[in-house]
């Protein structure tokens, strides 16, 4: 027992390296392919205007910002998604106290089957964990498809501010079997597979909500032991269709990616009602 806690503790030793060490390499990354933009006195101005007290002010009244939703459709990849037009809650890592709102953007990536749906910027700032504090510069950082793929990473990690809609083709159960440890992890496997409730059965066509489970999951299953930790720790959605030997997966994350703002109410997320509308096509 002893030897097996050691074991463990050593594993989450080394995740905890390992995550480390990307967020270094990120960093760098970022800092190397000259995509970061000093704030301009006019953006400044303009968060200013969309500050937690001009939102506060909207709130008031309990009433949530009308939303216009877009219907986005990739033809080369054969689905479609509605995407809000309204701007969503942001990051700004220069002043935890400040409340911006971003637009949301697409980037296609049609030749490796992939569709990032993203926030289109966002500011950072150097942390200083002895001063407990963000100092120096303040940047915009403005999202590219280079950038995504970057966060995407081999492993398929979610981008951090937005979704890697994954469009793959599979003739089978086992290449679906396959496309799912690919992406998932080698000890995943589809656990059961839901009919999928939306108006494809009106059409005569069904598509199956896929659970995604890892081998030998039991109540000893830890995160330095399983071997579908992808799947185990964070929200995703895996979509089959059979008639058109489709299959969708994207990482959801822990919590809502395009929403309004968290602290405040009352709040919303978009997440679920763009999921809900993605369609094969």
Request: some cysteine; hydrophobic content about 30%; proline content about 4%.
């Amino acid at each position: 027992m002893m030897n097996k806690n050691l074991f463990i503790l050593i594993a989450t030793i080394l995740a905890l390296i390992g995550v480390i060490i990307w967020s270094y390499d990120y960093m760098t990354k970022i800092e190397a392919n000259h995509i970061t933009e000093p704030v301009t006195e006019e953006e400044k101005q303009s968060e200013k205007e969309t500050g937690i007290e001009t939102k506060k002010e909207e709130l008031q009244e309990g009433v949530l910002p009308e939303v216009i939703w877009n219907k986005y459709i990739n033809d080369e990849l054969g689905f479609s998604i509605d995407i809000p037009n309204k701007k969503v809650y942001g990051l700004y890592s220069c002043d935890p106290k400040k409340v911006i709102q971003v637009p949301v953007k697409v980037f296609e990536d049609n030749e490796n089957g992939v569709v990032y749906i993203s926030q289109e910027y966002y500011y950072l700032s150097k942390y200083d964990n002895e001063l407990h504090r963000h100092v120096g510069e303040c940047k915009k950082i403005i999202y590219s498809l280079e950038l995504l793929r970057n966060e995407k990473g081999p492993r398929g990690f979610k981008p951090r501010l937005g979704w890697a809609i994954v469009i793959k083709t599979v003739k089978n159960e086992d290449e679906l079997d396959k496309f799912i440890k690919e992406n998932y992890g080698s000890g995943c496997r589809a656990e059961d597979k839901k009919l999928w409730e939306t108006d494809y059965q009106q059409l005569g066509a069904y598509a199956y909500d896929i659970h995604i489970r890892g081998e030998g999951d039991n109540r000893e299953t830890t995160l330095g032991t399983t071997s579908c930790a992808e799947a185990w720790t964070a929200r995703h959605k895996v979509l089959y269709f059979p008639e058109e030997n489709k299959v969708m997966s994207v990482k959801l994350g822990q919590e809502s990616t395009f929403q309004t703002n968290p602290h405040l109410q009352p709040h919303q997320s978009y997440d679920q009602k763009m999921i809900d509308s993605f369609r094969f096509e």
